[in-house]
């Protein structure tokens, strides 16, 4: 398994402005994944964070919106930049471990007013 | 390309009665299968998986799903729930790995004294 701490637990921000999520583990993982959890819809993936390397983002989310740093193998940040409301939602990391299997931080709530 | 549908949006049930989540996916690749259950205010907590093997798999909680290649389904029993069963349930698949998760919409169950 994977004990998995996100900061912050729920914020609540103004339009225009900027939040950092981070994701931290207890131990050594090579991928890290950023999800989205919209009220009332499937989780979505943001994106890969890769340590070394840029982050590899899925159809429809853009660096610039979510940036995303991996310093090193228990570490990530998410970066919600230029919040709109439609940016209100929980955010997720996750860790991959066994063979298929995710596992899953608390997530971060964030309302954007 | 890979989906997940979750026909129930919410399913109400009373305590010590069964019940079925329901779960169908498509997909023109083999894939692992899973469920993940979400308590309030939580993260994603893993239920169970379809990886390969038996057909009927069992998971935490005396949950159990079965995997219906033909019929492309992975449903979700539990043959007494309790009030602790209370939660949001997801099914999701991922075509191989732990790169790429497919989530469906999500069924609450709520369990009724």
């Known amino acids: 398994s994977a004990v998995i701490s996100q900061k912050p637990s729920r914020d609540i921000c103004q339009r225009g402005t900027s939040l950092t999520i981070q994701c931290q583990v207890d131990s050594q993982v090579t991928m890290m994944f950023w999800y989205r959890q919209q009220p009332g819809q499937s989780l979505t993936l943001i994106a890969t964070?890769?340590?070394?390397?840029?982050?590899?983002?899925e159809s429809g989310f853009v660096i610039d919106k979510f940036p995303i740093s991996r310093p090193n193998l228990t570490f990530s940040t998410l970066t919600v930049s230029n919040m709109s409301p439609e940016d209100s939602s929980i955010y997720l990391c996750?860790?991959?471990?066994?063979?298929?299997?995710?596992?899953f931080g608390e997530g971060s709530r964030l309302t954007v007013l | 390309a890979q989906s997940v549908t979750q026909l129930d949006s919410q399913v109400p049930v009373f305590e010590e009665a069964p019940v079925e989540l329901r779960c169908n996916y498509s997909s023109s690749v083999s894939v692992y299968l899973f469920w993940y259950v979400q308590y309030p205010n939580q993260g994603l907590q893993l239920l169970l998986k379809?990886?390969?093997?038996?057909?009927l798999v069992k998971g935490i909680n005396g949950f159990e799903a079965e995997f219906n290649k033909s019929q492309t389904s992975f449903h979700l029993r539990k043959p007494s729930v309790h009030i602790s069963d209370t939660a949001e349930y997801f099914c999701?698949?991922?075509?191989?790995?732990?790169?790429?998760?497919?989530f469906g919409s999500g069924t609450k169950l709520n369990v009724k004294p």
């Open positions: 996750s860790v991959g471990r066994d063979p298929g299997e995710l596992f």
């Open positions: 999701a698949v991922t075509p191989g790995g732990f790169n790429k998760f497919y």
């Open positions: 964070a890769n340590q070394g390397s840029e982050a590899t983002y």
């Open positions: 379809y990886l390969s093997g038996s057909t």
